[in-house]
């Protein structure tokens, strides 16, 4: 079963950042597979500089689209999107100098309840607002 599942409830309705989230959720279901399964250093930092490097796009994305919409809770967004990245850097770093299984469980957490909270409520709400400038 996977850690996270695609579903409505997740969508925005707006297909280019749908399709980078189900991406992330890809993303995300691996790097699960590979810390529940115990895979390597290597495996695990790899999946991780992944994810990390895909969710730094997918803001940048995702706000480029808000600004263009001239969406406005644009700031609360985007301030919401600084406190991700900065706990992901974290978490990297702290990766960077040792893997260990309560910092990856620790992540997880952090991941999943980023994943689903972000997701459904102050994801979801731009959805409308884009739709109605066009974006789709």
């Known amino acids: 079963m996977p850690f996270i599942q695609w579903s409505d409830d997740i969508s925005t309705g707006i297909d280019s950042l749908d399709s980078e989230h189900k991406t992330l959720l890809t993303l995300l279901n691996s790097f699960y597979d590979s810390v529940q399964m ?75 309840c980023w994943f689903l909270v972000h997701m459904t409520s102050c994801d979801r709400a731009y959805g409308p607002h884009l739709r109605a400038k066009g974006i789709t």
């Open 38 to 112: 115990g895979k390597g250093e290597m495996t695990v930092g790899r999946l991780l500089d992944e994810l990390i490097t895909h969710t730094v796009t997918h803001f940048s994305h995702e706000e480029a689209h808000m600004r263009a919409a001239d969406y406005p809770s644009f700031h609360d967004h985007r301030d919401e999107h600084d406190r991700i990245r900065h706990q992901l850097m974290t978490f990297h770093a702290m990766a960077n100098e040792k893997i260990t299984p309560d910092l990856m469980q620790e992540l997880l957490v952090f991941l999943k």
